[in-house]
């Protein structure tokens, strides 16, 4: 229950990104950044695609993804196309890694250490889930804020 109930939130979570950055009027704004707003959305977004590929690709899957965690927030200018792109692969990425997992998997320790300790399982997807909701309110915000032109 608590696998299929993880990939629901997971899939609706990444179809709502896909949708805050196809909400972008000025492609542009997906970079802006003003004030106190020091990341911008298309900087969030790579951070959540290095994230999950990292935890769940190359962790749960075995992928050969390696993280450049430095240019998910120095790059910019990455068209749009791209970004959904990169977040339609990352959906796929986080199906299959869910669903190569049985309950069982849920309390052995995640495949990676997070700031050098070991986690379970399930409280590493979680995090990574609740990791990705924060970053989405945070690009929602910086839409609504700055796509405004």
Sequence with gaps: MILETLKSLFNR???KLKTEIE?????DNLWRITGSISNSAGNLCLHLIGNLNTYIGAGLLKTNYVRQRDLEFSLKNISKAELIEKIEATIAVVDQGLDSLSV?????????????KSTEMEYTLLHLLTHLNYHLGQINYHRRLLDND
């Design 13 to 15: 979570d990444l179809l």
């Design 23 to 27: 909400l972008y009027r000025n492609e």
């Design 104 to 116: 069982n998997d849920l309390v052995k320790d995640f495949p990676i250490m997070i700031r050098d």
